[in-house]
C-alpha cells in the first residue's frame, strides 16, 4: 500500500530498534527478518536460540543479520542492572522475589529493554493477550505526562481512504474526560498517518436531537477536548452518517466544520467501537491495521492473535515510526 510506503520511507535510514517478544514464533520471525532484509529497523528476537534457529532453518531464513537474545542466555551484569531497574520501578509494589519472577516473562523482559534504552520500542501480542502487553507497558514506561490512560486505535485503510477508529481495544467504558483524551491522542496518531484530523465524537444523537446520560456525557466530552486542543478541529455529539456523510453534516450539524468531513472517529465505549471497525473491516472491506496502543511514554504495539507475517511487518513499521 502507498501508506506503508511513505511509512518506509520515513523510517528507513533510522536505525530504529525493535523487539520482539514472541520470536520463536514464525509470523513474527518471518516478519523480523523482512524488516532486517529491507533495511527498516533493527529487530531483537526473544525467546529460546535452539527454537528460534530451528524455524530459521526449517524455512530457509539467514538469522546471521539479526540479534536474537536469550533471556536465558542475558550476561550476568546486565542481568542485574535490569533486576535493580525493575525493582527500583516497582518500589513498595513488588518483592524482590517477585520482580525476579517477572524477568522470566518475555513480556517484561522487552519493556525492561525499552525502558532501559537498549530498545525503541517493542510489538507483542501475537502469541500473548493484550493483558500480556499492556500490563507491563503500564507498569514499567507508564503513561505520557498529561495522559491518565491508554487507549486503542485502529487504522483503517481502502484504497486511499484512511480513517482513525477509537477506542476499539483498551477502554471497556469512557467518561468524559477520558472520550476526551482518546479523542487528542487520536488526532496525534492520525497526523503520524498523514491525516489532517476532523475529530467526530460519535454519539446516537447529533447536536441534542436525543437525550440522556449518554449523550450528555459525550457532549461533555467534546467541551473538555476544545479546553485540552483549542486548535484541533473537534465536534460531538455526532451520530455517524452527520459525521461522515457531507449531505447528512449539513442538515444535521449545520454549523459544524466536521460534520460531514470527518477521518478520527471517536466511539462513547469499547464496545460501540469494536463493533464498529469490525463492520467497517468485514462489509467495508477496510484493512484494519492496530490496535495503536496510545498514551504510553514509549511505542510499544499490541498485535491481535489472529494476525498473519504482513500484519507483524505493518504494526513493526508503525511502531518504528511512532519511535
Not at 524488516?35 to 526473544?46: A, E, T
Not at 460519535?202 to 436531537?209: A, D, I, N, P, Q
Amino acid at each position: 500500500m502507498e501508506l506503508f510506503e511513505e511509512i518506509a520511507a520515513k523510517v528507513k535510514g533510522q536505525n530504529k530498534t525493535i523487539v520482539f517478544p514472541e520470536g520463536e514464533d514464525k509470523r513474527v520471525l518471518g516478519a523480523a527478518v523482512r524488516l532486517q532484509q529491507d533495511g527498516l529497523v533493527k529487530p531483537i528476537l526473544l525467546g529460546k536460540r535452539s527454537e528460534i534457529e530451528a524455524t530459521a532453518k526449517e524455512n530457509g531464513w539467514d538469522l546471521s543479520a539479526l540479534t536474537v537474545l536469550d533471556p536465558a542466555e542475558y550476561p550476568a551484569e546486565d542481568k542485574q542492572a535490569m533486576f535493580d531497574a525493575l525493582l527500583e520501578r516497582r518500589k513498595g509494589k513488588n518483592t524482590p522475589e517477585q520482580v525476579e519472577k517477572m524477568l522470566q516473562d518475555v513480556s517484561y523482559f522487552g519493556t525492561m529493554l525499552v525502558y532501559l534504552g537498549k530498545a525503541d520500542g517493542m510489538v507483542s501480542g501475537a502469541v500473548h493477550s493484550t493483558g500480556s502487553t499492556v500490563r507491563p507497558a503500564l507498569q514499567i514506561v507508564k503513561t505520557k505526562p498529561g495522559s491518565h490512560r491508554i487507549s486503542g486505535a485502529f487504522l483503517m485503510i481502502k484504497g486511499d481512504q484512511r480513517y482513525i477508529f477509537a477506542d476499539c481495544a483498551i477502554n471497556i467504558e469512557l467518561d468524559a474526560p477520558t472520550m476526551a483524551e482518546v479523542a487528542v491522542q487520536s488526532a496525534e496518531t492520525a497526523k503520524l498517518f498523514g491525516i489532517d484530523p476532523k475529530v467526530a465524537l460519535l454519539s446516537f444523537s447529533t447536536k441534542g436531537s436525543a437525550k440522556g446520560e449518554m449523550v450528555t456525557k459525550v457532549a461533555e466530552a467534546t467541551e473538555k477536548v476544545h479546553e485540552l486542543a483549542p486548535d484541533l478541529a473537534a465536534d460531538g455529539e455526532l451520530q455517524f452518517d452527520a459525521a461522515f456523510v457531507p449531505e447528512v453534516g449539513e442538515l444535521k450539524a449545520p454549523d459544524s466544520k466536521v460534520a460531514g468531513h470527518a477521518n478520527v472517529f471517536i466511539f462513547p465505549s469499547l464496545e460501540a467501537g469494536n463493533i464498529g471497525y469490525k463492520i467497517a473491516q468485514r462489509f467495508g472491506g477496510f484493512t484494519a491495521v492496530g490496535p495503536i496502543l496510545q498514551g504510553l511514554n514509549a511505542p510499544i504495539a499490541d498485535l491481535s492473535r489472529g494476525c498473519n507475517e504482513d500484519d507483524v511487518y505493518k504494526v513493526a513499521l508503525i511502531t518504528a515510526a511512532r519511535a
